[in-house]
């Protein structure tokens, strides 16, 4: 009855949400203590204090027909300012507020960037492992993901192999920096290659081909590790940000995106992601929170709370046996699994109450995502369980 | 550069936008009190005190990892339940949290329920005049919007001429009541004639036609007059509304679907449309404004606001010698343009500084569309541009 496309989402429905839910029930049935859900991005830190102080200031001094009104699709003019001179102070760029379009959350402006740039049967290359909604998002505007097979040595891309991926019809590649599911952050290095690839591949192909930067995790990052402002190696970049993770609003879903001037034919698509933003029912980004995060652009995410989480999980697996890169950012770990079926390994980590994401749905099998904004106690209850799983599985 | 789609649209950008976006640079130039601004249905009516209330509340009493973090892609279970409560309280409907999906605007929920219906060259139909943005939504999903043409007497949907629209790919048809742009309220019997053709044509063509029922207006109605509530007429029906107008929240984007029990394959549409939610980047409806509605549901729109506008413009404007209806809900007004090309009509006054919507965006040249959710100072002012724009047509 409903269409083909959503027939095949229906049956292969999100793994991640459908744990989730699983989660939620397994709380019911055994106490919220006793289950361990390492499944979702939902952090259990709290919105800092300026989060709630700035709502009720604005409440207070804001116009209801303004605070909650209609703006521009593309937000409001000096919100949209403050995020421009808040990037400029970080990262040197020179942004201003027509560089900005406020969004519903990072997946609001990727959908406005993959509607704007994509005709159908273009390409979009991802490194894998890769968050698996971006396969959703291309085939939106029936564009084709093209997967960059892993390095699971480094979790790095493979630049090789990227270059290999690079066809005529390539019109953007997706890069998660810091990653998710790996926790790994790619370094100037890495981003000035790709820079350079694709540099080639333009004059080669003669087309335009977009660095599309997914990054919600920019200031979560344990090691002192710059994490590259991409739009100062590659004119061609559109950067997508949302405040979910540093401002623990990942409900609220408010985030932006950055065209910089230097795009090609920025002024085209600039209005061509507002239009999205409008057509695809968007509108704006809701109203109250741009003012929010207005206020808190200069907010740090509670990094030590992850930081804690990050060791006394990292440190504990890795002395019962388990395999996985010690995460640089974000807040997930990619664990080997024991056994070549992933899937099997999380049956089993369910009957332990722990619940983990199989990195199929990151196009990476054989590897299982857990995400550890949870609270410090749920790690530390989970380390018997995972225990006996190292001893079941001999490692 | 942007895809082919994006050319179309940024070659045709939303008139309703750039006039909304020229008011504010005329607001600049003359002085917002010289400058009549009837293009955009952006409330002038303050949202309740309760709305600030309720957030006051909620951000004392609710953790914030729980007030403003994720949770279902549907939404909330108890903010869904009380939606239903108060449906079935003021509907005599059976609804369960079950039937509502918590959605990003009544926009945001249109797209859902078009991505999970249909399938390339599927058609939907309209009547004009119609919310010019209905064609890019049933585009978003390579749809084909097919418009049954206006009955300019009465601006009541013409039954012969939509019996004749439906075909074997008619998969929906949007219905919007009370209309905008028109004002006017389709009755009962309406709804009933428009249920009886397409049960019949259901079974003549062995498929299934939804109603897809555009309610942001629901509240908004000055004649006492009852709006239908369309799933008690006919079972394939989704109803989107939006708390944008009723508590004048339009910037915040909070609405719901609510999908009938009785609608064919239910669960797997239910299913559909959680999914739409979250593949097309919207994820879940901002969580903080779901609560907030929950507790504002028997907060009523300032009716009376509304209802004074209509009646000093539409008294004005037919004693000016203006042709129109009288609006029976909504806050717009839909007059004929005193030339054939109404975007004359527009130009000429904006000299007057009075912006108005060409009909030509909603399916009906030939006529303008005329907000009146602005301040009642604004709509008295405005008299004497209308007076004189009537002389100068000769009215």
Redesign the interface.
Known sequence: ??????EG??NN??VI?RM??EGKKMAEEFGADKVYDFS?G??????PKK??ET??AL?AKE???V???????AGFPEVREKIADSLNKRFGTGFTADNIMMT??A??????AL?????PGDEVAAFAPYFV?YR??VA??DGVLVEVAPDTETFQPDLEAFEAAVTPRTRAVIINNPNNPSGVIYPEETIKDIAEILERKQKEYGS?IFIISDEPYRELVYTGAEVPYITKYYANTIVGYSFSKTL??????IGYLVIPSEA??YE??F??VT??N????????????QKVVAECLDEKADIGFYAKNRDVLYDALKEYGYSCIRPEGAFYMFIKSPVPDEKEFTEEAKKEHILLVPGSSFACPGYVRLSYCVSYGTCVNSLPGFKRLAEKYGL
Chains 1, 2 share one sequence.
């Open positions: 009855m409903i269409s083909k496309k959503m989402l229906v429905n999100s949400r989730f839910e979702l939902n952090p259990n830190v709290p919105a989060v709630a709502i009720e409440l116009e209801p027909t605070l909650h009104g209609y703006m521009s699709n519903v959350g997946a609001g402006g990727l959908n406005c509607k704007a740039l994509l005709n909604e959703n998002y939106n505007y335009e623990s609003l990942p409900g609220e879903r090609a034919d085209q698509l209005q061509a239009i999205a409008r057509v695809l029912g968007f509108v704006n980004a809701p109203s109250l929170m």
